[in-house]
């Protein structure tokens, strides 16, 4: 079985809906796949119906926007959680709201030196998508300023420029509680992604373990392989799940689908432990 537990549609910052990224996994190969958009999941019922036409299995998640006491961004995959939880729903409209404001001001400080608007950025996104820097980067690659996302990240979109303005996100440990009281299974997205920004200390990792953390994102492009090495010591110290995916976001970025592949077993880890929803496609799914 091949299976990958992360992909973006334009529900978030991805570039295809949540049906064509189901169809794109289903011509990848692809037994199985997650769809993850950032802190929303109302592509699900799109993206379920297309896994019953093409025969794949479809595991529903979310992608939740975090940032501890320091400043540090975590990303938290939320596979099978109830869509309807109010905590966790409190908590991710708030990040949503909060990226909105993030992302004006952002482009308010932009158009002081570079031809774009929020009318630009609005036509790069879907409606009621979580609006992100993604979105910026595309109008700013429409305007001329750079020739794709990565260019747009590495330049005027960084965490270093003068242009970026930060944004409210929950504390990990706090949404690793949310969303095992919504009945999910909670997996640390790309933990040790260096080449992003600054990355969580030890202790981060054993609080959001003690608060229910069930598993390690590891086999993903964005992890060097030292990382990787210390990751796995603590899912095996900790008997944590450990994933392997590939963050598609379509030709939003230079992922592809399958690169990175999570087990059979460790997909029938996160099924067991999960009480909020039911993923689609059974027989994809070993008969769960």
């Known amino acids: 079985m091949l299976i990958d537990l992360h992909a973006h549609s334009t529900v978030s910052d991805g570039t295809e809906t949540p049906s064509a990224v189901v169809a794109a996994a289903a011509s990848a190969g692809l037994d199985v796949v997650a769809l993850t958009d950032h802190d929303q999941t109302s592509g699900w ?39 309807e939880h109010p905590g966790l729903l409190e908590e991710i409209n708030k990040a949503r709201d909060a990226r909105i404001h993030r992302a004006r001001r952002m482009v308010s400080l932009l158009s002081e030196d570079f031809p774009i608007e929020w009318a630009d950025v609005n036509r790069h996104s879907a409606p009621g998508a979580t609006i992100g820097r993604p979105h910026i980067a595309d109008a700013l690659v429409a305007a001329g300023v750079a020739a794709d996302r990565s260019e747009a990240f590495a330049t005027v979109l960084t965490s270093h420029s003068r242009y970026y303005v930060g944004h409210y996100a929950v504390d990990p440990v706090s949404a690793v509680e949310l969303v095992r009281a919504a009945g999910g299974v909670p997996v640390f997205a790309h933990p040790v992604a260096s080449a992003r920004g600054r990355v969580v200390e030890a202790h981060v990792f054993e609080e959001m373990i003690e608060a229910g953390l069930l598993g390690l994102e590891i086999d993903h492009r964005d992890n060097p392989e030292e990382g990787r090495r210390f990751l796995r010591d603590v899912a095996r110290r900790h008997d944590l799940i450990v994933t392997g995916s590939s963050d598609y976001h379509g030709a939003g970025k230079p992922n592809r689908l399958a690169e990175h592949t999570t087990s059979p077993a460790m997909l029938e880890r996160i099924l067991a432990a999960a009480t909020g929803s039911r993923p689609v496609g059974a027989e994809r799914l070993g008969g769960q």
Do not use: D
Not at 52 to 62: A, D, F, H, K, S
């Open 45 to 83: 019922a799109e993206a379920s119906e297309a896994a019953v036409r093409l025969g794949i299995g479809l595991v529903p998640g979310m992608e939740i926007s975090c940032k501890t006491r320091n400043g540090i961004s975590v990303h938290l995959l939320s596979y099978l959680h109830n869509p």
